[in-house]
């Protein structure tokens, strides 16, 4: 029972025991009063009696006596009247029935008030003439009686439906900072901070507010705290200082990660030899700030959010870009020059560009890291040897037999018009085997022919169809989840061009909405960039998400280096970190960045998923640092030892 019920209930309780004592009081008062009332009336009334027979007392005129009883006692309050004439014992007896009219039953059989019995004897002068018994009748003192409990019951009602109100109003008034009290220790539970509770007038709740409102804003304070280690730890190990881009260890896990996983694209590498000369000639000042505004020109011309920049020496740069083709690589590779050459402030045009570009297409066998590096080495090599357009190409998949751009659109969009995509799942599981969600993976089955997710996801993303490739996936997978209760929950990738596009989004939520059974079975998964570049967009999808109670995670946690204070304002189920973060776990620089990043979303609840893990050891060393999930073949292998 809640505190409201219990101290509504006894305040009730005693409130009711009050009002009964009183009514009590008053019934007995009224009945005592009914009592003497009655007695002094039977009184008067033989009185009245004696004097009214005392004449035919006298004259033994026994007619008139009895005219006289029978004008006196009819219609009053009597039960029974005896006259004993003591001349010659003769008796007028006159007795009327027991009924009182409008008196329930029950009431007069309560025998409230006693039956009283009045005698007297008429004398004139010493001579004794009758004895005269009179028996009350209680009718009127009853119907008095129950007009008077009628009356105090509807009074009594009334002021206790009165009392009712305004006891649970002011209980209410009063418990109110109570509830918010309660709602504000779950959500700092949830490690969600609000605004301070406002402070309400009660002086022993004043005491408890000012207490939680201090507990919330130190905790919030210590978790923010938190944060910020944990991004100033993530910088340290892998942001350059100068740049703001990444350094060479961040490079060198991205790189792991993208062959691991794909290695459709390309490299970039450029060197230029402006901020080579810019040190020697003018100092380290000037040469840190062309550094900056190099990076900064970088960063806006790379708008694909899959491209990511570093700086892995003075004046060396990489850009590796995922699922970019040839060309995508040449535009890059041309902007870059032209950023150069705006820096070089010769407006006669007439010095050569002070920077050399190699790119490198990734052949799409290629998992060596070491071969696409030396690839791009080489490009870099052949364009200093044409000083005036310093960009040169090596490209593997020259010779492949693979698809251009419209290829890829007409065979996806084939493949959603014949449903020629097959899923699988990969489940996402915690250390004791217990299941959180399973990933799904598609790929195109078109009579012999494979096509994996890497070999075509880039080209959804490029010929912007990710929003009808998701409302495709979304949808199968809510007819299998309806098909199969046992099936999930299950997690569906979101591309870039669905979450930045308002259609797609007003078909999600109206989808949630239509199924809201499925929700806690199905889990949208948003790369961080999107989170990162566009908050506003993604804010509309969460919060359908959070409206209809349906999971979200972020995919690639940890991977940008904005700040992780993103993780607070939407909440998410989970987090999939970065295969940058768990690649070399041997590294003890790694192992603390990805404790504190891992720390930071623990502390607010959400669950960090760890991608790719293959061995015991790898699965031992991440709980250790705070690493709830885990996903990858280890789990698959040991599903076949057991099967």
């Given at each position: 029972m809640t505190l409201y019920r219990q101290l509504f209930t006894w305040m009730l309780a005693i409130f009711f025991l009050l009002i009964l004592a009183v009514t009590g009081i008053e019934l007995n008062t009224t009945r005592n009063f009914l009592l003497t009332q009655q007695s002094a009336?039977?009184?008067?009334?033989?009185?009245?009696?004696?004097?009214?027979?005392?004449?035919?007392?006298?004259?033994?005129?026994?007619?008139?006596?009895?005219?006289?009883?029978?004008a006196l006692f009819d219609g009053g309050f009597y039960q029974e009247v005896r006259l004993k004439m003591l001349s010659d014992g003769s008796e007028i007896i006159r007795e009327y029935p027991i009924h009182v009219e409008g008196v329930p039953d029950w009431y007069t059989n309560l025998e409230l008030f006693p039956v009283i019995t009045e005698e007297r004897t008429f004398t004139s002068g010493w001579l004794q003439l009758a004895e005269v018994t009179v028996v009350s009748h209680p009718g009127y003192a009853y119907k008095e009686m129950w007009r008077s409990t009628i009356q105090l019951g509807v009074w009594i009602g009334i002021l206790f439906v009165i009392a009712m109100l305004i006891i649970a109003i002011q209980l209410s008034r009063s418990l109110r900072p109570l509830d918010t009290i309660t709602k504000r220790a779950k959500e700092i539970a949830r490690n969600k901070f609000g605004e301070p509770i406002p402070l309400p007038p009660t002086r022993e709740l004043k005491t408890v507010v000012r207490a939680i409102n201090q507990m919330s804003s130190q905790l919030e304070a210590y978790f923010e705290q938190q944060a910020k280690e944990a991004d100033r730890l993530r910088e340290h190990a892998y942001r350059d200082t100068v740049s703001g881009l990444g350094n060479r260890s961040f490079f060198v896990g991205q790189l792991k990660s993208?062959?691991?996983?794909?290695?459709?694209?390309?490299?970039?590498m450029v060197k230029v030899d402006l901020i080579t000369d810019t040190y020697r000639n003018q100092g380290f000042a000037q040469g840190d700030t062309i550094v900056g505004q190099f990076a900064k020109k970088l960063n806006t011309t790379l708008t694909d959010a899959d491209c990511t920049a570093s700086r892995i020496s003075k004046d060396e740069f990489v850009?590796?870009?995922?699922?970019?083709?040839?060309?995508?690589?040449?535009?890059?590779?041309?902007?870059?020059?032209?950023?150069?050459?705006?820096?070089?402030h010769d407006p006669m045009g007439i010095t050569p560009p002070k920077v050399a570009i190699g790119l490198a297409v990734n052949g799409s066998d290629n998992r060596d890291a070491s071969v696409l590096l030396a690839q791009a080495d080489n490009a870099l090599t052949q364009a200093r040897n044409t000083p005036n357009h310093p960009v040169s190409m090596i490209d593997q998949t020259a010779n492949d037999a693979s698809m251009g751009k419209q290829q890829w659109k007409s065979l996806i969009l084939d493949a959603m018009a014949h449903d020629w995509f097959k899923f699988k799942f990969q489940s996402a599981s915690s250390s004791d085997q217990a299941v959180i969600h399973q990933e799904v993976f598609s790929a195109i089955e078109k009579g012999e022919d494979y096509y994996g997710a890497a070999h075509f996801l880039g080209a959804v993303e490029q010929l912007e169809l990710g929003e009808s490739f998701d409302r495709y996936v979304v949808s199968h997978m809510i007819e299998r989840l309806g098909d199969d209760p046992n099936l999930g929950p299950i997690?569906?990738?979101?591309?870039?061009?669905?979450?930045?596009?308002?259609?797609?989004?007003?078909?999600?939520?109206?989808?949630?909405q239509k199924h809201r059974n499925m929700a806690g079975r199905l889990f949208f998964e948003i790369p961080e960039s999107v989170f990162v570049r566009f908050p506003d967009h993604v804010s509309l999808l969460t919060e359908a998400a959070h409206r209809f109670n349906f999971g979200f995670g972020v995919d690639n946690y940890g991977r940008n280096f904005q700040s992780l204070d993103y993780l607070n304002k939407f909440k998410p189920s989970y987090v999939k970190i970065d295969f940058a973060y768990t690649s070399n776990l041997d590294d003890e620089s790694q192992s603390h960045v990805l404790a504190s990043i891992?720390?930071?979303?623990?502390?607010?609840?959400?669950?960090?998923?760890?991608?790719?893990?293959e061995t015991e050891a790898q699965l031992n060393k991440l709980s250790e640092l705070f690493v709830n999930g885990f996903q990858g073949f280890i789990f698959e292998k040991k599903s076949e030892n057991h099967g």
């Open positions: 009336e039977v009184n008067n009334t033989i009185n009245s009696m004696g004097l009214a027979l005392a004449p035919y007392l006298e004259d033994d005129d026994k007619v008139a006596v009895e005219s006289v009883i029978n993208w062959l691991a996983e794909s290695a459709v694209g390309g490299l970039v850009i590796l870009a995922p699922n970019s083709t040839g060309e995508d690589l040449q535009i890059i590779g041309e902007s870059i020059m032209a950023i150069v050459n705006d820096m070089q997690a569906i990738n979101l591309t870039q061009n669905s979450v930045t596009n308002a259609s797609f989004i007003r078909w999600l939520t109206t989808t949630m891992c720390r930071t979303a623990h502390n607010l609840n959400i669950t960090t998923i760890a991608t790719r893990v």
